[in-house]
Every structure is written in C-alpha cells, then in structure tokens.
C-alpha cells in the first residue's frame, strides 16, 4: 500500500543520508564517459528536474553543451555527429523509456547511459548492450503519484559522484520555507540558471495536481516583459526568488523590485554551494507543494486520474513514431554535419555509395583486418567471449582459408582469448596487432614479456611521474604503450586527462609519441604505431586486397587510421566523412556485433583463400 505524502515528506532526510552513503562508482564512470563531448539530457514528469541538474553538471564537469529534453524530443532530433545522451528512468517500464533507449542505440549517442532503480539485469528486454545501466538503489517506500524520495535519492547519487561532498542535515527544517498562497491562481518563480532545476520541480508538481499556475524565468530575463504582465496580475500571483549565495546579491534586488508591484513576494534561500542549495531547495519545493494541496484538499500521493489521462499515458508510441533506420547515406550526412534534406550533398554521396558498392563487388579479398572491442564484441561484453554465432563465421572463414586480423588496444589478454575458440590449427591464420598495432604476432606464436616497457615506453612514464599531474594519475606501463587512467578522487573525464597526458609528453624535449583516447582509458603509444600495420601484414600474404572493419571509423576515432588506409572499409557504427571509404552499409540500425554477422555471412568463397563481397540489399531495393 502506498504512503501518503506527508509520509514521503518525513522519509526525505532518511533518504538523503542513505544516498550520501551508497558507492557511486556507476555514476562517476558514466558522468566522465559523458563528459567527452555534448549530451543530451533525458526527462520525463518529475525527472525532467533531475535532467536540468545533471546538465548543469555535465557543464560544469566536461565544459561540453548539455540540452534538456523528453523521450519525444529525442525521437524528434536529428541523430547527432558526435553526442552522448542520458535517460532518467525510475522504473523504466513504461513504452516512452523502451523507445528511448532504443534511439540513442540506433542513432550513435555514444555513450549511451540509463539512471534508474532497477537492476541491470530486470532489463535485458528493453537495454541493448551499449547501454551503460548505473542503477541506484531505491527508496526504502513505495511512492505515490508524485515522485519525492526517488528524486532524491538520484540527485543526492549525481551530485556525490561529480565529487562533492553534500553537508549533513541539509535535509532538516525544509518546512520553515513559506508556501505560496492557496487562494493564488500564479506563482512567477525568479532563480538563477543553477537553481533551474528547483523552478522545474515546482512548475512540475504544480501542473500535474492542478494546483497553481507557474510561471519561470531566470533573475534577469523576468526584466525583459514579464514585469508587465506581473503588474496586470499583481493581486493574483505571488513571486518566489530562489537563491544561493554565489546568487543572493541579484536575488534580493530583483525580488525587492518584483515587490514594489504589489505581489506577495517570498524567498526561498540557502547558504550551501549551488549544487547542495539546489538539492535541498529540491526538497522545499516538495514540502510547499504538500501545504498548498493540503489547503486545497488534494491527495499528491492518490490524485483522481481522469480516464483521458490513462489514454495518454497509455498511447502506443512506438507504433506511432518509431523511426525508421538511416540509410548508408544518411549516416554519411549525419558525419558531415549536414541535413540529410540537403540535394545537391546527397546526390553527391548517392553517386559515391554507388559506385563504392559496384567496385568492392568485384574485388578478391584475402582477408579482413578487424577491431576487436566494439565490433566483433560489444564494448560491454568485451571480457566474454564472440557470440556463437560470430565465432561460427570466422571459424568458416579460416577453414576456407582467409587471413584474419585483429587490430585492438588490448594486450595478452587478446592473445589467450582468441586461443580459447580459434582452433590450434588455424592459429597461423590470424594475425594480431596488439596495444593498436605496437605488437604484431601470429596467434600460433607465444608472446614474450609485454610488461618490460621499452626505452620509449620508460621515457613517457618517466616524464608522466615526474610531472605535476603525477599525483592524479596511474600508469600501466607495456611493451608497446602506457596505459593512463585518472585516479577516482582527481575526477578527470578522458577527454581532459588525454588532453592533459598529451601536453606532457610534447613538452621539450617532445617525446615522439603519441596519445590515444578511447571511452575507458588513454593511451601512450610511439608516434609511427597504427593499427594500419596489421592490414599491411595481411595483404603480404596474398595476391588480393583486404577488407578493413571496425566501429570508430570518424575523425578521432581509434579505428580512423584502420578505415581511411584502405578504400575497402566498413564501419559497424560511425563512420567518416570519406566518401570512398568508411560505409556504414546496414540500414537495418544494428550496430557493432548485430552489424558484423550479416557482413561476415555476405563473404563468398570464389577460390581457396579468395573471397567476395556480396554486400546483402538495400532496404529500398527490397
């Protein structure tokens, strides 16, 4: 049975402090992850106020662009160039959130992360494998209509794994802050931007009980307009002016303004940073709503729902606007940049996938070079082994006597899993670029110390721990690279330390490396390494070319190097500019492993060792 709402009210300071106590490694991981570039932020109801918070810290952290929206906002979005995206979700049940994952799968939001109280593995039906699940652990309550503790619980977990330390008792006397008046049909609340979220859960829980009409702007866009319509409605509209410290000063001459219009003006303020002032005004708001229901007679936890609201709520959505998959082109346009409307742009790649897909029909191939992690194996399930039925098509493919490459970051740990499903037999036949290319070896031949660093590989560790971000980072010195990641307490997304690791290592006397950036770690690697080096070694071995696969195919992706050497490219998930190379041919909108198979299937025998193409039809050609 659900508990009422003043209830849900008491349970907050209990909430708050089981938060502050809970580990939230998931979330820093994801918040760094996301960090990297531009995000969208995922809301739906109650949540959208979590999503402008954490846009705030995704600002805040990254210095990247954070834009705010619902599930329909995504769908309504041009696929990005280059974006992650984050989706709230307590419950992730209803058919909004399921479409939404599906879309930032599809659409290359990378990463792609779902914050929500259940566990990864109540999902699977609903999150692919490049979903990144950071699940938080519910409120020990069964909420009502409207959502409280879980709001705290998540905004309490985002802002402790951005690396702030919340205060205690920042949950105790949330009742001395002034309600609006019942008899007010408007409330005009004035914050600044980093209190956004707190006007947001106001407006929100306002509108779905029907209590007040909320009006929001910020301290100094109220100053362009709405003084005027204020002054019309003073009587019937009460003006609350949220503030912080860093705030205070303008709130308190805007409100001492908005006052001389003859509204009742109230101020609702707290001494801590922005992001506790914004937490613990989070929690006023929740406490004013239940005074102002409570004048009015409203249940928030047990709302009557009128019939047309369980309509809306229940409205089939995905058969409704379930997008179709992009075709190779548009993904090419979405690389650009460009609108896939654009004509003269698309009739210039159309022209260019035509005649891509009508040579490499008839090209002899000998063999394929392919990434490993993200393309033959989800990113996620990168220490498990291929699927079945990918490891069934190499080991087709070997047996017909085609060459196989792997070019990847990883180390022995490559070695020994390939050696787990690949038959002693056939081992000659795959050759291995290991640390991106440092490392070139047979299968079929054992791997000497790769922990014993070279000359090079001593010097980047040695400038790197001499260095005034030695304390911030740990080093996992190889044969052919140095692993970099940043120490949990320094807080520094890859994007920044590899940016921070490479200023380092240009530093007089430049060391002739260079720095690659992945999602999960940064690389140091000697300056001629590439994973080209592998496709090299297996087009020796035949009269014929080579056919290069990977999943980073665009600028600054680590498989770039991999799929612009060679017109005979194909990206599983982004792809390049380039339009000789580098095609993302599914318009099914699979990606990395569900990608790979139907490409490895379209690999015809045409004499031993000699393989076809035969790229499976278009969509539109069906």
């Given at each position: 049975?659900?508990?009422?709402?003043s209830?849900e009210?008491?349970?907050?300071?209990?909430?708050f402090?089981?938060?502050?106590r809970?580990?939230?490694?998931q979330?820093a991981?994801?918040?760094?992850?996301?960090?990297?570039?531009?995000?969208?932020?995922?809301?739906?109801?109650g949540?959208?106020?979590?999503?402008?918070?954490?846009a705030?810290?995704?600002e805040?952290?990254?210095?990247?662009?954070?834009?705010?929206?619902?599930?329909?906002?995504?769908?309504?979005?041009?696929?990005?160039t280059?974006?992650?995206?984050?989706?709230?979700?307590?419950?992730?049940?209803h058919?909004?959130a399921a479409l939404?994952?599906?879309?930032?799968?599809?659409?290359?939001?990378?990463?792609?992360?779902?914050?929500?109280?259940r566990r990864?593995?109540?999902?699977?039906?609903?999150?692919?494998?490049?979903?990144?699940?950071?699940?938080?652990q519910?409120?020990?309550l069964?909420?009502?209509?409207?959502?409280?503790?879980?709001?705290?619980?998540?905004a309490?977990?985002?802002?402790?794994?951005?690396g702030?330390?919340l205060?205690?008792?920042?949950f105790?006397?949330?009742d001395e802050y002034?309600?609006?008046?019942?008899?007010v049909?408007?409330v005009?609340?004035?914050?600044?931007?980093?209190?956004?979220a707190?006007?947001i859960?106001?407006e929100?829980r306002?509108?779905?009980?029907?209590?007040?009409?909320?009006?929001?702007?910020d301290?100094r866009?109220?100053?362009?307009?709405r003084?005027?319509?204020?002054?019309?409605?003073?009587?019937?509209?009460?003006?609350l002016?949220l503030?912080?410290?860093?705030?205070?000063p303008?709130?308190e001459?805007?409100a001492?303004?908005?006052?001389?219009s003859?509204?009742?003006t109230?101020?609702?303020h707290?001494p801590?940073?922005?992001?506790?002032?914004?937490?613990?005004?989070?929690g006023?708001?929740?406490?004013?709503?239940?005074?102002?229901?409570?004048?009015?007679?409203?249940?928030?936890?047990?709302?009557?729902?009128p019939?047309?609201?369980?309509?809306?709520?229940?409205?089939?959505?995905?058969?409704?606007?379930?997008?179709?998959?992009?075709?190779p082109?548009?993904l090419k346009?979405q690389?650009?940049?460009?609108?896939a409307?654009?004509?003269?742009?698309?009739?210039?790649?159309?022209?260019?996938?035509e005649?891509?897909?009508?040579?490499?029909?008839?090209?002899?191939?000998?063999?394929i070079?392919?990434?490993?992690d993200?393309?033959v194996?989800?990113?996620?399930?990168?220490?498990?082994?291929?699927?079945?039925?990918?490891?069934?098509?190499?080991?087709?493919?070997?047996?017909a006597?085609?060459?196989?490459?792997?070019?990847?970051?990883?180390?022995?740990?490559?070695h020994?899993?390939?050696r787990k499903?690949?038959?002693?037999?056939d081992?000659?036949?795959?050759?291995?670029?290991?640390?991106?290319?440092?490392t070139?070896?047979?299968?079929?031949?054992?791997?000497?110390?790769?922990?014993?660093?070279?000359?090079?590989?001593?010097?980047?560790?040695?400038?790197?721990?001499?260095?005034?971000?030695?304390?911030?980072?740990?080093?996992?010195?190889?044969?052919?690279?140095v692993?970099?990641i940043?120490?949990s307490?320094?807080?520094?997304?890859?994007?920044?330390?590899?940016a921070?690791v490479?200023?380092?290592?240009?530093r007089?006397?430049?060391?002739d490396?260079?720095?690659?950036?992945?999602?999960?770690?940064?690389?140091?690697?000697?300056?001629?390494?590439?994973k080209v080096?592998v496709?090299?070694?297996v087009r020796?071995?035949?009269?014929?070319?080579v056919?290069?696969?990977?999943?980073?195919?665009e600028?600054?992706?680590n498989?770039?190097?991999l799929l612009?050497?060679?017109r005979?490219?194909?990206?599983v998930?982004?792809?390049?500019?380039?339009?000789?190379r580098?095609?993302?041919?599914?318009?099914?909108?699979?990606?990395?492993?569900?990608?790979?198979?139907?490409?490895?299937?379209?690999?015809?025998?045409?004499?031993?060792?000699?393989?076809?193409?035969?790229?499976?039809?278009?969509?539109?050609?069906?």
């Amino acid at each position: 049975m659900r508990v009422s709402y003043s209830r849900e009210l008491e349970q907050l300071p209990v909430t708050f402090e089981a938060a502050r106590r809970l580990p939230v490694d998931q979330l820093a991981d994801a918040l760094q992850r996301l960090a990297a570039g531009p995000a969208r932020i995922v809301g739906t109801g109650g949540t959208l106020a979590l999503a402008r918070l954490t846009a705030d810290l995704h600002e805040a952290i990254g210095g990247q662009v954070a834009a705010v929206t619902t599930p329909l906002g995504l769908l309504a979005s041009p696929p990005p160039t280059r974006s992650g995206a984050i989706l709230f979700s307590a419950r992730a049940k209803h058919p909004d959130a399921a479409l939404c994952l599906e879309r930032m799968e599809s659409a290359n939001y990378r990463p792609s992360i779902l914050v929500t109280h259940r566990r990864p593995d109540e999902l699977a039906d609903i999150a692919g494998p490049e979903i990144q699940i950071a699940s938080i652990q519910p409120p020990d309550l069964d909420e009502g209509f409207l959502a409280t503790n879980s709001i705290v619980a998540m905004a309490t977990s985002m802002i402790k794994a951005s690396g702030e330390d919340l205060p205690d008792g920042l949950f105790d006397g949330l009742d001395e802050y002034e309600a609006p008046r019942s008899d007010v049909t408007q409330v005009l609340v004035v914050y600044p931007p980093h209190l956004e979220a707190v006007a947001i859960d106001l407006e929100t829980r306002c509108s779905e009980l029907g209590l007040i009409s909320v009006q929001l702007s910020d301290l100094r866009n109220v100053a362009h307009g709405r003084h005027t319509g204020l002054a019309r409605r003073a009587k019937d509209t009460t003006v609350l002016a949220l503030s912080d410290e860093a705030s205070r000063p303008l709130s308190e001459k805007v409100a001492d303004l908005l006052a001389k219009s003859g509204a009742k003006t109230i101020r609702w303020h707290s001494p801590g940073s922005r992001r506790a002032s914004c937490l613990r005004l989070l929690g006023a708001s929740m406490y004013a709503v239940g005074e102002v229901a409570s004048a009015q007679t409203v249940q928030p936890s047990r709302p009557k729902v009128p019939e047309f609201g369980r309509g809306l709520y229940r409205l089939p959505i995905r058969r409704i606007l379930r997008p179709e998959p992009s075709s190779p082109v548009d993904l090419k346009l979405q690389a650009v940049g460009i609108d896939a409307g654009h004509a003269d742009l698309r009739a210039t790649y159309e022209k260019a996938e035509e005649s891509w897909r009508a040579a490499i029909s008839g090209v002899d191939f000998v063999g394929i070079v392919l990434d490993y992690d993200g393309t033959v194996c989800h990113t996620a399930e990168r220490y498990d082994l291929p699927r079945a039925e990918i490891r069934e098509q190499f080991l087709r493919l070997l047996s017909a006597g085609l060459n196989l490459g792997f070019a990847s970051g990883r180390g022995r740990s490559l070695h020994d899993e390939l050696r787990k499903w690949v038959p002693e037999e056939d081992w000659r036949h795959v050759h291995l670029g290991l640390y991106n290319g440092a490392t070139l070896i047979r299968l079929d031949e054992d791997l000497g110390n790769l922990r014993q660093p070279s000359a090079l590989m001593e010097q980047v560790s040695e400038r790197l721990n001499s260095s005034l971000i030695a304390d911030l980072i740990e080093l996992t010195p190889r044969v052919g690279q140095v692993g970099v990641i940043a120490k949990s307490s320094a807080y520094l997304p890859p994007s920044k330390l590899a940016a921070l690791v490479s200023e380092a290592t240009r530093r007089h006397p430049r060391l002739d490396v260079k720095v690659a950036c992945s999602a999960h770690s940064v690389d140091v690697l000697a300056a001629d390494t590439s994973k080209v080096s592998v496709t090299e070694r297996v087009r020796a071995l035949g009269s014929g070319e080579v056919l290069a696969i990977g999943d980073r195919g665009e600028w600054g992706g680590n498989d770039f190097e991999l799929l612009a050497d060679t017109r005979w490219s194909i990206t599983v998930d982004m792809c390049s500019v380039d339009p000789s190379r580098c095609w993302n041919v599914d318009d099914r909108g699979r990606r990395g492993p569900a990608a790979l198979l139907p490409l490895l299937k379209s690999m015809k025998r045409r004499r031993a060792g000699v393989f076809r193409l035969v790229l499976p039809a278009r969509r539109s050609d069906a």
